[in-house]
């Protein structure tokens, strides 16, 4: 076991940010920590890599314990995240030769792996640029390689593609495909099941911090009911005759979503046959409706399912300037990927 977390709690005055959470990740292994803003995905990484001690629990990192042998933990880890430790005036070369000081590695040695992972980031023709003049993308791949300067054993990715455009986040994938072949246990938190889906062996899903389900990819699908076929009803009164008019369709009962705007249906493996009964039956209703689609499942139909209510953000108890809400990152997820929306502030970055 290359991680193992136990009984983990994590307290910040009032906020229970963590409330006992347990996992383990085995060598080798992807674990992807799924959970909406305010989960505690940020705090477990920020405990694991020794950055804040937890209040209760025990975590280990190949066998170390974080809160008693913190410095053997930081040896062994290599951490990168959304809030990125990039000197933005610094040129990428620079700046993977200053992590590798921190690391000490001695000048040669920096320069050398610097080289080589600008190279395998395809950062080598921006290597002498400065930092602040690289998009988001290629920020990301650069605090990645940062973080593998020292060839970690363990690494941690918190969030690596939130904020990236759509072709950004698949080209952040592969990479993140390459290091696992190569053997890298990595723990991944993100809010995406669709990121999760590509990467994870094992989820952990949580929600302020508690782990309300675990298991593959596969197994939180099957839970959900496979691919969801939604649609808006025009006229909003006519909706729950829309509820009935394809009730008998897809798996279990039709529901609508957390807006009540959008009728989803659950269909199982069968996504393209329930698509067109779902549209033969509105039609035969003669019920208008607009924005028919057919799309994988999300972390919205997670907790919807496991929980009866959608993701929300913020902790539990949401006091003034605690942001509220509804998530919506994760809803449009899937429909954009190779639609070509590239974002652009990430022009020219070509992956
Ligand atoms: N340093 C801190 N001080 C006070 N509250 C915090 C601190 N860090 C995190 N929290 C709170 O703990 C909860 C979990 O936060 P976090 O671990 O950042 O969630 P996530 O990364 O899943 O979005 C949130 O309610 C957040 O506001
Ligand atoms: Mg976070």
Not at 182 to 209: C, K, N, P, R, S
Not at 231 to 251: I, K, M, N, P, S
Request: aromatic share 4%; glycine share 16%; proline share 3%.
């Amino acid at each position: 076991m290359i991680i193992e977390v136990e009984g983990l709690r994590k307290s910040f005055g009032d906020v229970q940010a963590l409330r006992g959470v347990d996992f383990s990740v085995d060598e080798g292994m992807v674990l992807g920590l799924l959970g909406p803003n305010g989960a505690g995905k940020t705090t477990a990484v920020r405990i694991l890599t020794t950055l804040v001690p937890p209040s209760g629990g025990r975590a280990r990192v190949c066998g170390y314990d974080v809160a008693h042998e913190a410095a053997a933990v930081r040896r062994v880890i290599g951490l990168a995240g959304q809030a990125t430790a990039i000197a933005p005036d610094l040129t990428g070369l620079e700046n993977l030769q200053m992590a590798g000081r921190l690391y000490h590695l001695g000048r040669s040695l920096a320069r050398q792996r610097a080289a080589e992972l600008l190279e395998r980031f395809d950062l080598a023709d921006a290597g002498g640029r400065q930092a602040k003049t690289y998009s988001g993308g290629m920020l990301r791949r650069l605090d990645l390689a940062a973080s593998l300067i020292s060839r970690p054993r363990v690494l941690f990715l918190d969030e690596p593609t939130t904020g990236l455009d759509p072709r950004s986040r698949v080209g952040m994938w592969g990479v993140i495909r390459e290091l696992v072949a190569q053997g890298t246990t990595l723990l991944l938190t993100t809010q995406y099941l669709e990121e999760a889906d590509e990467l994870a062996d094992q989820i952990v899903v949580i929600d302020h911090g508690v782990v309300i389900a675990r298991g593959t990819s596969e197994d939180l699908k099957d839970r959900v009911g496979g691919d969801v076929v939604e649609f808006g009803v025009d006229d909003r009164a006519r909706t729950a005759q829309a509820l009935e008019v394809v009730a008998a369709l897809g798996e279990g009962t039709p529901v609508l979503d957390g807006t009540g705007a959008r009728v989803q249906v659950r269909a199982g493996g069968r996504g393209g046959t329930v698509l067109v009964e779902v549209v033969r039956a509105l039609d035969a209703a003669g019920l208008p409706v607009s924005g028919m689609a057919l799309r994988r499942p999300s972390l919205d139909d997670v907790f919807m399912t496991l929980t009866g209510h959608v993701a929300e953000e913020g902790g539990t108890a949401p006091g003034p300037g605690g942001r509220r809400g509804r998530r919506n990152s994760g809803r449009r997820q899937g429909a954009g990927v190779g639609a070509g929306a590239s974002g652009s502030a990430d022009k020219g970055d070509a992956r």
